[in-house]
Nanobody
Framework: QVQMVESGGGLVQAGGSLRLSCAASGLTFSSFHMGWFRQALGKEREFVAAITWSGGTTYYADSVKGRFTISRDNDRNTVYLQMSSLKPEDTAVYYC???????????????????RGQGTQVTVSL
């Protein structure tokens, strides 16, 4: 059974940092591109960042470029999202998602990704 567990969220002041983790089990982790999405209260789920199965390529939403860094450790079956210079508008539930490596990696459409975890809440205060 595939499981993805997001962790690392919390309450932080604007300008602060957090590191999110998503630990996967029950799948061949290195066979999947990994992505992070977020959903703020009352809003649509939006793309944040993605990384290819090998970790060789990353891409980001314009809103987080230069502030967030996605990485992965295929030996630990874990993907990370390092978030810095956080802003109140980053407040959301953050989810990790998978997309098989046989498919194109560069899609920001949430429907192209499979979100399997429960998410982790990030709240940024002024």
């Amino acid at each position: 059974q595939v499981q993805m567990v997001e962790s690392g969220g919390g309450l932080v002041q604007a300008g602060g940092s957090l590191r999110l983790s998503c630990a996967a089990s029950g799948l061949t982790f290195s066979s999947f591109h990994m992505g992070w999405f977020r959903q703020a209260l009352g809003k649509e789920r939006e793309f944040v960042a993605a990384i290819t199965w090998s970790g060789g390529t990353t891409y980001y939403a314009d809103s987080v470029k230069g502030r967030f860094t996605i990485s992965r450790d295929n030996d630990r079956n874990t993907v990370y999202l390092q978030m810095s210079s956080l802003k109140p508008e980053d407040t959301a539930v953050y989810y990790c998602a998978t997309r098989h490596k046989s498919t194109a990696y560069k899609t920001t459409f949430a429907g192209d990704w499979l979100q399997r975890g429960q998410g982790t809440q990030v709240t940024v205060s002024l």
